[in-house]
């Protein structure tokens, strides 16, 4: 990688995101950055939290937990793709789905696993 990747987001299934929103808002000064079909976005400025509802539907990795609710995965920026995704790969992470986008106006997500089963996604587009 030719500069560290930063941590960005973290998301969070939440069965009422106005409610869970509202608490990051009072608790922690966090504003809206933007509404999700799932839920909410809000941000510190520097990192986002989505706040995601799925209703009836499994929370992606979390399939054998019916009603879950807690972290689902957290986000990295990168600068090199081809390098994260090899690093990942060399520390003993693994792909799980995605690709990266070379229009840097689609802000898509690789997603992938840690060694210990933790999700992450990586992306180098906002």
Avoid: C
């Amino acid at each position: 990688m030719t500069t560290p990747a930063k941590l960005r987001h973290i998301a969070i299934a939440v069965k009422n995101p106005e409610k869970a929103a509202k608490f990051f808002e009072e608790a922690f000064g966090m504003t809206r950055a933007g509404s999700a079909q799932r839920g909410v976005y809000l941000t510190d400025g520097v990192m986002n939290v989505a706040l995601l509802d799925f209703g009836d539907e499994p929370t992606p990795g979390f399939e054998d937990q019916p009603d879950y609710e807690g972290i689902i995965h957290f986000g990295m920026w990168v600068d090199d793709t081809a390098a994260t995704d090899a690093a990942i790969k060399k520390a003993g992470g693994s792909w799980m789905t995605g690709r990266f986008e070379k229009n840097p106006n689609v802000p898509y997500e690789v997603k992938y696993q840690t060694p210990a089963g933790i999700g992450l996604d990586g992306a180098a587009n906002g």
